[in-house]
């Protein structure tokens, strides 16, 4: 891998260059790490009388200069589909240098010495890592390249980020935004929609496609292709700061625990200081557009993966100096051998199917959610109905509820995917129960999207509980579904019982 040696800069020469700049000194954005310039180093106090510690940083030439600036984290009032979670606030973030590929499988390989991705080519995205073995790959390059400290120090689950050290991290969520914004305020860098030939995602689900599917003449983007895998990273346009993939592709693993904002202004925001869901940014290959928002946030356990998940890499010390320290709420466990209930929500009978051939090998108790009023019978209808509940978040009426929920310290929870997400009704039963302690085992039957975000939508519902490895099923499942169940149960631990 080729290297840029940046200059080595004494403070003298930095306030030198930086009254050189004067008032065009860019506030913000993108610029070539070649030309090092005192915009190139962290601010520097003009007060500091101390002579200046020598520090060399090495930056591979697939890496940009995200000059610091100022921005508006979050999504407005206006925007289509955004979540609660999303609520505008002010966030200054300082320089960082951030790589403009998703890291690839051979770039994996190459330190880690295994390749754990699902969809294989050297070229591609790695996915299917976890949040720790993200964090374990930042340490490793760190060091295989040498002239560069690790950063996180890893004790079991709880990490802490050392933000002295000067090797290759995670971005913050704050630093993931602010990059992959380049400067915009729209849903999209590529403003205010995108298309399958602008990012690789489910093309044939383009914004507001939800609200549109019957009439498309008013959509700004039709529907586009769905390539169904991941593809060579750096294959559309790049955004305004040169970033390639911050859409689509994969979602990326940034470092902060998944928690409501801080609303008041901050510089360097860090996240909660404690959590079981990490954030991860900018949807992926299987996600509609609406979840490759720029504000839009996936959270997931730190101990999951995906076939949609993997990681962008950020290099430089923050301003901010000392360590952030932070602890786990939940790690991922195996069922304990207690009671186990198959809750499901159906509308068709795929998942209910599902269920039962669940039930079938575990013997453990069933429990169908049904509605006080159903959705309708006609599909046509039904795909509005939801599509309108699930853009008001709506909690329809449960008709009938578990006996003792208390008894049971495993839920598997099967639900159809519905425009890339939990059915509403799903909504209704995880907010009824207390679940803290409980595993749950999501089991979702799809007609191309496989999981969609639900996953996170049950993470942020019930972000105490544990939720352990998915299945997702195509449609009822081929003749495979019973091995795709019992390896399914196995890699939960859960034996027949
Ligand atoms: C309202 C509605 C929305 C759907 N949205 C999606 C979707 O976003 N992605 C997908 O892969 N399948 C989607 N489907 C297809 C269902 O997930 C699929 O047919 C599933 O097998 C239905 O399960 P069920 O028979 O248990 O209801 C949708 C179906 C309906 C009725």
Known sequence: MKKVVLCILEVTMILFLLSACGENA????????KVATAAESPPVRATGMSKPSITEIEVPEDFVLIKGGTFNMGSPDSEAWRG????????????????????????????????????SGENLPVENITWFDA???????????????PVYTIDGQNVSWNRDANGYRLPTEAEWEYACRAGTTTPFNTETSISAEEANYYGHYPYEIENNYFSQANLETKPGRYRQTTIGVGSFQPNGWGLYDMHGNVREWCWDYYGAYNTESQTDPTGPTSG?????????????????????????????????????????????????????????????????????????????????KIQKTTGADIFEIELVTPYSSDYNTVLDQAQRDQHKQARPKLANHV??????????????????????????????????????????????GRFGQSLTAIAKLVPDATLGDGLSVHYSGGADLPDEISAWLHRNGIMKQ
């Open 26 to 33: 860019p506030q913000s954005g993108m610029e070539s790490k």
């Open 84 to 119: 609660d979670d999303e609520t505008e606030h002010l966030v200054t973030v300082s320089d960082f240098y951030m790589s403009i590929y998703e890291v690839t499988q051979k770039e994996y390989q190459e330190v880690m010495g295994n390749n754990p991705s699902t969809l």
């Open 135 to 149: 964090i374990a790959y930042c340490n490793a390059r760190s060091e295989a390249e040498g002239g560069l400290t």
């Open 276 to 356: 079981s869901l990490r954030v991860n940014r900018g949807g992926g290959w299987n996600d509609f557009a609406k979840h490759l928002r720029s504000a839009y946030r996936s959270s997931t356990p730190a101990n999951n993966s995906s076939y949609n998940l993997g990681l962008r890499l950020v290099l430089g010390k923050t301003t901010a100096a000392g360590k952030v320290t932070d602890t786990a709420h939940a790690a991922k466990k195996e069922s304990s051998g207690g009671k186990i209930l198959i809750a499901y929500f159906s509308w068709s009978g795929n998942t209910r199917g599902i269920a039962r």
């Open 403 to 448: 006996k003792e929920m208390g008894q049971y310290d495993t839920i598997m929870l099967g639900y159809p995917n519905w425009w890339a997400s939990i059915p509403m009704p799903v909504g209704s039963f995880l907010e009824e129960y207390d679940f803290v302690g409980k595993t749950i085992l999501p089991f979702c039957s799809h007609g191309g």
